[in-house]
């Protein structure tokens, strides 16, 4: 294919051109050459090379390799395809190298066939589970391997979140990637707090999963001086304490010093219900974090205990309720706030998305002042 040679520094200024006038091929991107300079793909329209619009940039013939497959379903059979058009799956979710995909009953019969374009059109995946459901006391995802590229059937893997890195095991432990966007939220509102308090925090979060919420916060320079974190879950307990100590051991110091020494760093496998029923944890959190949705509303009047007193502390967790008790479920937040002498500066309950047709996921977070 002819491509246009010019300098790196004028492809901008040459691609418009090229584009406004109807020169440029959709058929191949921008090719980097040697000596400094790019090559943009033309059409037959283009005028030739001998053409003084060009300013003397000459004509390369570059071999334009076709483009492959860009979905998973064109590596299938075009009339299997057709025969089952509303029955492939539409979408799937990726942990590390990990694809979960759900699989209707009409096509389960090509689940490995599926599995194996999957594998082919995403070269960073090595294991593809189909997902039937959740199950057992924690509610975690009933994984069958499908097909693997290495033949591991391994589920653990690991992830990249906003810049740090969780081990993850769908089949043991729920987690959603889904939420990533409110860890970061979570992460703005604890440098806000440390700013309003003028030091580092104590975090609590009694339902922390693996610890993504702790990923984004440990993160942060500075920002804690503790955490107490746990699960219900012993196998989310497991990776949550491998994942702290990894994410301990990358803190870093502001302007070259050291990061400061995590005290306390306690780790519990146990019913959050228990934990303030101890006296040691008594006013202890400066930031508590809820996150179990079916049942943070409830649980909050047990929770309050954990926050310190006389000061300001934040209550920050995420609910799914029935849209029609928006209004009676943010007043039980009120009132169990309340009942633990505290008094509201701050209070968003905000919905964060859809659950289903009646029922929604929301945060709240509460800036409050416990009386001493």
């Known amino acids: 294919m ?12 040459w691609l418009e051109k090229c584009r406004s006038q109807h020169w440029s091929s959709a058929e191949a991107g921008i090719t980097r050459l040697e000596g400094g300079r790019n090559a943009i793909p033309l059409n037959d329209s283009a005028p030739l090379e001998s053409d003084s619009i060009w300013d003397k940039n000459p004509h390369v013939e570059i071999e334009i390799q076709s483009k492959g497959p860009t979905h998973w379903l064109e590596h299938l059979d075009e009339e299997l395809v057709k025969s089952y ?15 979960i995909v759900k699989i209707e009953e009409a096509v389960w019969e090509y689940g490995e066939l599926i599995a194996d374009s999957m594998l082919t059109q995403l070269p960073s995946i090595r294991l593809v589970c189909a997902d039937l459901g959740v199950q057992g006391e924690f509610r975690v995802r009933n994984l069958h391997p499908l097909a693997s590229r290495d033949g591991s059937l391994e589920t653990r893997t690991r992830i990249r979140e906003n810049g740090y890195h969780l081990w993850v095991d769908a089949s043991t432990v729920y987690f ?9 939220e979570t992460l703005a509102t604890a440098n806000r707090l440390r700013l309003q308090l003028n030091q580092p925090l104590v975090v609590c979060d009694p339902y922390a999963g693996v610890g993504p919420s702790m990923g984004a916060l440990l993160s942060e320079p500075n920002l804690l001086s503790g955490y107490l974190v746990g699960d219900l879950n012993p196998h989310a307990v497991e990776l949550l304490t491998q994942n702290l100590e990894y994410l301990s051991a990358r803190r870093k110091g502001i302007e070259k010093s050291p990061p400061l020494e995590l005290n306390p760093t306690e780790i519990h496998c146990r019913d959050a219900l228990e934990w303030a029923m101890d006296s040691e944890n008594h006013s202890s959190c400066d930031l508590l974090l ?20 006389g000061q300001t502390s934040v209550l920050r967790g995420w609910a799914i309720i ?16 309340s009942k633990a002498s505290g008094t509201i500066e701050e209070f968003t309950f905000k919905e964060v998305k859809g659950f289903s047709t009646t029922k929604i996921f929301m945060c709240f977070e509460a800036w409050l002042n416990l009386s001493a």
């Open 290 to 309: 809820v996150n179990l949705p079916h049942h943070s509303i409830a649980h909050i009047e047990a929770l309050m205990p954990l926050l310190k007193r």
């Open 85 to 99: 058009s509303n029955d492939w799956p539409r979408s799937y979710e990726v942990q590390g190298d990990v694809l």
């Open 2 to 13: 002819r491509h246009l040679s010019v300098p790196s520094a004028q492809t901008q200024h």
């Open 176 to 184: 959603s990637s889904r939420l990533s966007k409110e860890r970061v």
């Open 322 to 337: 029935e849209r029609l008790e928006l209004e009676n479920r943010e007043q039980t937040i009120l009132e169990a706030i």
